[in-house]
């Protein structure tokens, strides 16, 4: 257990991370004209999953035949973006749960993939072990 841990240490921190502005009341943010672009909340859940989904899968230090390994990643972190959106709407009255935060987070996840998957096809990280 404490290798998971040790081996997915950023991940978990990004869990963390995510989880904890996920379910920080709305009313706590500053103004700013950043939140008044059209869709900006979809394009964070987009960026932060990610960076989420990349960073798991650079950890599992697994680059060849790893579908399957990455599958279940990918699956654990959506269903937990899922259970995120849960809390937001039972936990926070002033955010809410919706639909398309979980499909940005969605295919958040999938671009992190594919990022990951054209780096590992280019090369960048020829020092990790398969």
Not at 27 to 32: E, G, L
Not at 43 to 53: D, R, T
Not at 86 to 104: F, I, K, N, P, S
Request: hydrophobic share 55%.
């Amino acid at each position: 257990m404490l290798s998971y841990v040790i081996r997915y240490k950023f991940s978990i921190l990004i869990a963390i991370s995510i989880a904890l502005v996920s379910l920080i009341p709305s009313n706590n943010f500053p103004d700013s004209s950043l939140f008044s672009i059209p869709y900006m909340d979809k394009i964070v859940h987009f960026s932060m999953y990610a960076l989420f989904g990349f960073v798991a899968m650079l950890e599992s230090r697994c680059h060849k035949n790893c579908l399957g390994i990455h599958l279940v990643q990918i699956l654990v972190i959506f269903i937990l973006s899922a259970l995120i959106e849960v809390l937001q709407a039972t936990m926070v009255a002033t955010r809410a749960a919706e639909w398309l935060d979980l499909l940005a987070n969605f295919f958040g996840l999938a671009a992190g993939y594919l990022a990951y998957r054209i780096a590992i096809y280019l090369g960048l990280f020829k020092s990790l072990r398969s």
